[in-house]
């Protein structure tokens, strides 16, 4: 069974930068479409960005373009998301997600994606 895990979050001040990274085990991974989402307090859980199995097609929420890039090292079993320019409105649980199941639906729904890390905190404030 898939298992992701999620490290790099922190804090840091509004303008500065992290890169999170989620870990999955398993010998498939490179078939997996990958996703990022988050959840601030008191509010859903909301999509951040995704990925395509080959790297090839990426996805972003509105709010993401521009500051946010998400890659994928399927030789190291790793997508990552790096998030610059960073707002307090980022601050949030950040998880990341895999769809093992191969679910034809949008890379925007958190239905699509099967399995979830803990997640990891991030907290932009000065």
């Known amino acids: 069974q898939v298992q992701v895990v999620e490290t790099g979050g922190g804090l840091v001040q509004p303008g500065g930068s992290l890169r999170l990274s989620c870990a999955a085990s398993?010998?498939?991974?490179?078939?997996?479409?990958m996703g990022w989402f988050r959840q601030a307090p008191g509010k859903e859980r909301e999509f951040v960005a995704a990925i395509s199995w080959s790297g090839g097609t990426t996805y972003y929420q509105d709010s993401a373009k521009g500051r946010f890039t998400i890659s994928r090292d399927n030789a190291k079993n790793t997508v990552y998301l790096q998030m610059n320019s960073l707002k307090p409105e980022d601050t949030a649980i950040y998880y990341c997600?895999?769809?093992?199941?191969?679910?034809?639906?949008?890379?925007?729904?958190?239905?699509?994606?099967?399995?979830w890390g803990q997640g990891t905190q991030v907290t932009v404030s000065s």
């Open positions: 997600a895999a769809d093992t199941v191969y679910s034809g639906r949008s890379y925007y729904t958190p239905e699509k994606y099967d399995t």
């Open positions: 398993g010998r498939t991974f490179s078939r997996y479409a």
